[in-house]
């Protein structure tokens, strides 16, 4: 079993309230796209509140939704992401979330078992946002390898 686990934040900025007709369709795929993490080789954890997604979780402003999860590692993260049905929900996040210039997505490693909180993910994207990519905090673009 390995020693780290990927932890991953992602944040969106929401065009229309979560209740509103423009973000039907987001919701409505919140479940399926939750299931097909859970069930997608490499997953570990993800961030959800009693209703069994994250939704309600608002650290960032009433605005701005919240994924955060666990995965074995950057590749079945990658995976995911870029090659599962998910990809379907990323060609239509201009449908309901603003364009951001700033980053608003960010990886880094946790030991196996660590549950990250919404504070760490916080302080990670703002390192990551002051700092660029670095072991700390960095992107699927520049990724770091996990601790030896």
């Known amino acids: 079993m390995p020693a780290y686990h990927l932890a991953q934040l992602n944040i969106a900025w929401m065009k229309a309230p979560l209740e509103s ?3 039907a369709d987001f919701v409505a795929n919140l479940e399926r796209i ?3 993490a859970e069930g997608s080789p490499g997953y570990v954890w993800r961030l959800q509140d009693e209703a069994g997604d994250a939704t309600a979780i608002r650290p960032f402003g009433d605005e701005v939704l919240v994924n955060m999860s666990v995965w074995e ?7 995911y992401v870029y090659k599962s049905a998910h990809t379907e929900m990323l060609k239509r996040r201009r449908e309901w979330f603003e364009r951001v210039e700033q980053a608003h997505q960010v990886l880094w490693w946790v030991p196996a078992g660590h549950r990250p909180s919404v504070t760490e993910a916080a ?3 703002a390192h990551l946002r002051e700092h660029g990519a670095t072991a700390q905090a960095f992107t699927f673009r520049h990724a770091f390898a996990a601790p030896a």
Not at 73 to 79: N, P, R, W, Y
Request: hydrophobic share 40%; glycine share 0%.
């Open 21 to 23: 007709p423009e973000m």
């Open 34 to 36: 939750n299931a097909l």
């Open 73 to 79: 590692d950057v590749q079945s993260l990658s995976d």
């Open 123 to 125: 302080e990670r994207l």
